[in-house]
């Protein structure tokens, strides 16, 4: 190994690699493959969260403002990580083959990790406790599928948590004009 691979597996841009490449392994199990995959095509443009939050309002007629603004924030979450995406133009992972087709060429930040942390946050305090094991299962599935390498899952776990922890006030304001 030369002096700039040594410094590579050294610096967070390797133990990147090195995470993404021992958890795309993971992919070779066909139960994995199959379940990375159906995450990643219903996480698209976070459908499944937006799908959850509109379900979670016809359900929960008292609280359907709040379910709404929720499902607000992820949606808002997710526009704002495309447009990171747009200014940062990191490149996805090259040195993995990618489990599924990505609609994008970019990978920072991941706007699955987005929209699911977003909708962990929001769901989760109207009590939707089975939402956020999920999107932490969604954040894993964009590295066994290849796509993304684990800092930008984690930034946009940040991102989307952030975002829903910001908009807190405006939804529990909004619950008491429900």
């Given at each position: 190994?030369?002096?700039?691979?040594?410094?590579?597996?050294?610096s967070?841009?390797?133990?990147?690699?090195?995470?993404?490449?021992?958890?795309?392994?993971?992919g070779?199990?066909?139960?994995?493959?199959?379940?990375?995959?159906?995450?990643?095509?219903?996480?698209?443009?976070?459908?499944?969260?937006?799908?959850?939050?509109?379900?979670?309002a016809?359900?929960?007629?008292?609280?359907?403002?709040a379910?709404?603004?929720?499902?607000?924030?992820?949606?808002?979450?997710?526009?704002?990580?495309?447009?990171?995406?747009?200014?940062?133009?990191?490149?996805?992972p090259?040195?993995?083959e990618?489990?599924?087709?990505?609609?994008?060429?970019h990978s920072?930040?991941?706007?699955?990790?987005?929209?699911?942390?977003?909708?962990?946050?929001?769901?989760?305090?109207?009590?939707?406790?089975?939402?956020?094991?999920?999107?932490?299962a969604?954040?894993?599935?964009?590295?066994?599928?290849?796509?993304?390498?684990?800092?930008?899952?984690a930034?946009?776990?940040?991102?989307?948590?952030?975002?829903?922890?910001?908009?807190?006030g405006?939804?529990?304001?909004?619950?008491?004009d429900?």
């Amino acid at each position: 190994m030369d002096h700039l691979d040594d410094m590579d597996h050294r610096s967070l841009r390797g133990l990147d690699r090195r995470i993404l490449s021992a958890l795309h392994v993971r992919g070779r199990d066909p139960r994995v493959a199959v379940a990375a995959r159906a995450l990643s095509r219903v996480g698209e443009h976070g459908a499944l969260w937006l799908a959850a939050g509109l379900a979670g309002a016809a359900v929960d007629g008292a609280r359907r403002g709040a379910w709404l603004r929720g499902t607000a924030l992820t949606a808002g979450a997710h526009l704002v990580s495309m447009g990171v995406k747009r200014v940062v133009r990191r490149p996805r992972p090259a040195h993995v083959e990618p489990l599924v087709r990505t609609i994008g060429r970019h990978s920072f930040p991941s706007s699955h990790a987005t929209s699911a942390a977003a909708a962990a946050v929001a769901y989760g305090a109207l009590g939707a406790y089975a939402i956020p094991p999920l999107a932490a299962a969604m954040c894993v599935s964009r590295l066994v599928v290849g796509v993304h390498y684990p800092s930008d899952v984690a930034a946009g776990a940040v991102l989307g948590a952030l975002t829903a922890c910001l908009g807190a006030g405006w939804m529990r304001r909004g619950h008491a004009d429900d």
